[in-house]
């Protein structure tokens, strides 16, 4: 290492992690998620690929004199190297905001009965204010990634909260209904949600430690579905319709003040800003990977933008995963509108039935602390074998305990929603936070599993099952009304649960498939073999270490 290009050593047991570091979910850390297609070979990778991963594994003095920085040259000025007390302040104003934006998707469905009185509208055209919402959220959550790339965490998470509170401003000035469908329209298109959110995670934890940060991040995201109808169900009976959105206001404007107060995390930005001031102070030839790289061209952002839907409809994994994680997410929606008649059988208040999403909230907490087992043993044997000891369908290890919740919570909830005399209505409260407990299973395992299955892909996959869950959520707010009425002559109610359960076993079955299969499924995947070569190349390049076989790691 020239002595120009920095003075910080990083121990030699960094090093290996941060030469073969994968990225996270809506950060493309290494640039084969970001524009390259694994299927190119010969000179044209070599100047493509390889040349663009300077930034993880290359660097050094170049032939027209410029000293490239290397992330080992400047790690203690990067986020993985901000204190922990930092780190963890940094994602907690991260979920404050995954939190406001999942809130500004739920609250709204309280207020459907007010629209109607308000406007004469019927309830299921004032649906659309909730599911266009959510579908927009979806495209919104993709679009919003490559800048963040490019520009920096912090400009667009703030442009985009900026944008979202101007809407929700609108929606509660709106002078009918029709302009609430527009600004809510804008509002998802305008949400930045989890393609940025857990790409923090990616800036600041090393893989070997990101596990508790991911489960953390993922509690927000279902946390904030179900604080919507809680507040909600205050605000409909003591507000008007109009503090429905002066709320998502109130909230959206508090997390962005919190977030100015948040630095930037992501690499590439942090490391321009050094070699700038580098030059600066007189070191005229040190420039960042991405200064010396360039722009991506027009073709790498649309592939980049594109890659997240390739994905999903050509990965087997991409596709079956998202969906059961799509459908566990649309069933918080669907419960919108069947909590109304369910618990109207026991008189329930509008106050009530916002607090009877709280077992649902109490699942979601059961389902976190669960996973803090695993995530300690598995980053136990990554620090002690290296991040590729384990398989990555050890990952959904858990979830094969946790999935069947989904059905057994469903066929619960159906038979007891009888109402009284029948049943109590504590019942179906305890099902639905069985539903709870494999909703946060179903997002955190499959979460874990593409990033460990995809590397340098995860970005892509995990914005596939990011864009369903949104997407199939957005549709459950059309369907889940008259389902709930109108399917079969005789208990509608406990009929329509009884069909998602058995919905629910279908996509569920893939979990078990991969969880032995995936080996074989992943060797068919152009995606998840250009990373198991690169692999191979880091194990014959990189420092020797004696992995076990799997049997022993488990052991461990």
């Known amino acids: 290492?020239?002595?120009?290009?920095?003075?910080?050593?990083?121990?030699?047991?960094?090093?290996?992690?941060?030469?073969?570091?994968?990225?996270?979910?809506?950060?493309?850390?290494?640039?084969?998620?970001?524009?390259?297609?694994?299927?190119?070979?010969?000179?044209?990778q070599d100047s493509g690929t390889l040349g663009r991963m300077v930034s993880r594994t290359g660097g050094g003095q170049r032939e027209d004199g410029k000293v490239v920085l290397l992330e080992r040259d400047v790690y203690d000025?990067?986020?993985?190297?901000?204190?922990?007390?930092?780190?963890?302040?940094?994602?907690?104003?991260?979920?404050?905001?995954q939190c406001s934006m999942n809130l500004n998707a739920g609250i709204i469905g309280s207020a459907i009965?007010?629209?109607?009185?308000?406007?004469?509208?019927?309830?299921?055209?004032?649906?659309?204010?909730?599911?266009?919402?959510?579908?927009?959220?979806?495209?919104?959550?993709?679009l919003w990634a490559p800048g963040s790339e490019e520009f920096g965490r912090w400009p667009i998470m703030q442009v985009s909260l900026f944008l979202v509170n101007i809407?929700?401003?609108?929606?509660?000035?709106?002078?009918?209904?029709?302009?609430?469908?527009?600004?809510?329209?804008?509002g998802g298109f305008s949400s930045a949600g989890g393609s940025v959110t857990l790409a923090y995670i990616a800036d600041m934890f090393e893989p070997e430690h990101q596990g508790h940060a991911v489960a953390f991040v993922v509690l927000s995201s279902v946390g904030g579905s179900v604080l919507g109808p809680i507040v909600g169900g205050f605000q409909a009976n003591f507000l008007s319709w109009r503090w429905n959105f002066w709320l998502q206001l109130i909230f959206g404007g508090?997390?962005?003040?919190?977030?100015?107060f948040t630095p930037e995390t992501k690499v590439s930005v942090l490391m321009k800003r050094i070699a700038r001031k580098r030059r600066a102070a007189g070191e005229t030839n040190i420039y960042a990977p991405d200064e010396v790289r360039g722009k991506p061209s027009f073709k790498e952002i649309i592939q980049t933008i594109a890659r997240p839907f390739i994905m999903f409809a050509t990965e087997p994994i991409v596709l079956c995963l998202s969906l059961l994680s799509g459908f566990s997410d649309a069933l918080i929606f669907t419960f919108l509108e069947a909590?109304?008649?369910?618990?109207g059988q026991w008189s329930f208040s509008t106050i009530a039935l916002g607090l009877a999403f709280v077992p649902i909230a109490i699942g979601y907490f059961i389902s976190y602390f669960s996973f803090f087992p695993f995530i300690r043993k598995n980053e136990k044997i990554m620090q002690k074998y290296g991040l590729n000891a384990l398989q990555p369908e050890k990952r959904l290890y858990w979830l094969l305990y946790t999935a069947p919740c989904l059905s057994i919570g469903l066929f619960g909830f159906a038979w007891t929603s009888l109402g009284p005399p029948h049943v109590h209505w504590i019942a179906p409260l305890i099902f639905s936070a069985i539903v709870g407990i494999a909703n946060y299973a179903i997002y955190m395992a499959t979460i874990d599993y593409m990033i460990a299955a995809y590397g340098p892909y995860s970005a892509s996959a995990t914005g596939g099952n990011g864009f369903a869950r949104d997407f199939l959520a957005g549709i459950a707010t059309f369907y889940a009304s008259p389902l709930y009425s109108n399917l079969g002559r005789s208990n509608p109610l406990e009929w329509a649960s009884t069909l998602l359960g058995f919905l629910a076993i279908l996509v569920t079955i893939p979990i078990y498939i991969f969880y032995w299969k995936g080996p074989a499924i992943r060797e068919r995947s152009k995606?998840?073999?250009?990373?198991?070569?690169?692999k191979e190349a880091n194990r014959a390049t990189g420092p020797k270490k004696d992995i076990p076989a799997q049997e022993q790691i488990e052991d461990a």
Request: glycine share 8%; proline share 4%; charged share 20%.
């Open 1 to 44: 290492m020239a002595p120009a290009v920095g003075t910080e050593k990083i121990n030699e047991k960094r090093q290996p992690l941060n030469a073969s570091r994968s990225s996270d979910a809506g950060s493309d850390r290494t640039v084969a998620d970001n524009g390259i297609n694994p299927e190119k070979k010969g000179k044209e």
């Open 77 to 97: 000025q990067l986020g993985f190297s901000f204190s922990r007390r930092k780190k963890w302040w940094i994602l907690s104003v991260i979920f404050a905001i």
């Open 113 to 142: 009965s007010q629209f109607e009185d308000e406007f004469g509208i019927t309830a299921q055209y004032a649906r659309l204010a909730q599911g266009l919402f959510l579908i927009c959220y979806a495209f919104g959550c993709e």
């Open 167 to 186: 809407w929700a401003l609108g929606c509660a000035l709106a002078p009918n209904f029709d302009a609430i469908i527009a600004f809510r329209i804008l």
């Open 254 to 260: 508090a997390v962005q003040i919190l977030h100015f």
């Open 339 to 343: 909590f109304g008649p369910v618990f």
């Open 527 to 534: 995606f998840a073999m250009s990373l198991s070569s690169e």
